[in-house]
């Protein structure tokens, strides 16, 4: 393959810098312990898979060619985002009995995956600006495919288990509510720099 120990450079580079993902999956395991979201783990990398063949096949372009589809896009995620974001700053301590928080589910990481504007700038990206097999544009569509799968999980369960690290500050409620605020804010940070970056 050409280009791959280059591909796989700048797919670290990408999938592993802060964002959306890494950063909501970090909150996520920090706020509910690793074992408790690795359903959110397998639906963020399921979307990215699902971003990766939307980006490859042409048709987030012609989506976006409609007239006023990306407003609704945009405002669509957005919401998402604030809803998410919700959700981990309200997370409860750890182990308290109490709590009625839920970790993020399989389908709420495959639709972050699938509103996250990085993920589609990235994978444009890495898709457009690489090429693994000349002349055969199905296998090197598949084969970019299955090295990003390789490296987006690798670097989200890095993320993850760098969040199961700082569990210890989930325990005391007052320092639970700081980070997961904390955690929250940076999320939303990450995605309005995200879509100016997009």
């Known amino acids: 393959?050409?280009?791959?120990?280059?591909?796989?450079?700048?797919?670290?580079?990408?999938a592993g810098s802060p964002g959306p993902n890494t950063l909501?999956?970090?909150?996520?395991?920090?706020a509910f312990?690793?074992?408790?979201?690795?359903?959110?783990f397998t639906g963020l990398l399921a979307g990215m898979v699902l971003v990766m063949a939307i980006v490859a096949s042409?048709?987030?372009?012609?989506?976006?060619?409609?007239?006023?589809?990306?407003?609704?896009?945009v405002g669509a995620a957005a919401l998402y985002f604030v809803y998410l974001a919700w959700r981990i700053a309200m997370a409860p301590p750890l182990g308290d009995s109490a709590g009625t928080g839920q970790p993020p589910t399989f389908v709420a990481?495959?639709?972050?995956?699938?509103?996250?504007a990085k993920?589609?700038?990235?994978?444009?990206?890495?898709?457009?600006?690489?090429?693994?097999?000349?002349?055969?544009?199905?296998?090197?569509?598949?084969?970019?495919?299955?090295?990003?799968?390789v490296v987006i999980a690798?670097?989200?369960?890095?993320?993850?288990?760098a969040g199961a690290a700082l569990s210890g500050l989930f325990r005391d409620p007052r320092t639970n509510r700081i980070?997961?605020?904390?955690?929250?804010?940076?999320?939303?940070?990450?995605v309005a720099l995200s879509l100016r970056a997009a």
């Open 109 to 116: 990481g495959m639709m972050l995956s699938l509103v996250n």
């Open 33 to 40: 312990g690793p074992r408790r979201v690795t359903g959110y």
């Open 1 to 14: 393959m050409e280009g791959l120990s280059g591909f796989i450079l700048s797919a670290i580079a990408l």
């Open 58 to 73: 042409g048709l987030v372009g012609l989506v976006f060619a409609i007239p006023g589809v990306s407003p609704f896009v």
């Open 179 to 190: 980070v997961n605020v904390a955690f929250a804010i940076l999320l939303l940070v990450s």
């Open 24 to 30: 909501s999956l970090t909150a996520a395991s920090a």
């Open 154 to 161: 690798a670097v989200n369960f890095g993320w993850m288990f």
């Open 119 to 149: 993920g589609y700038a990235a994978m444009a990206a890495l898709f457009s600006s690489f090429v693994l097999v000349r002349d055969r544009v199905a296998i090197d569509a598949l084969s970019k495919t299955a090295v990003l799968v």
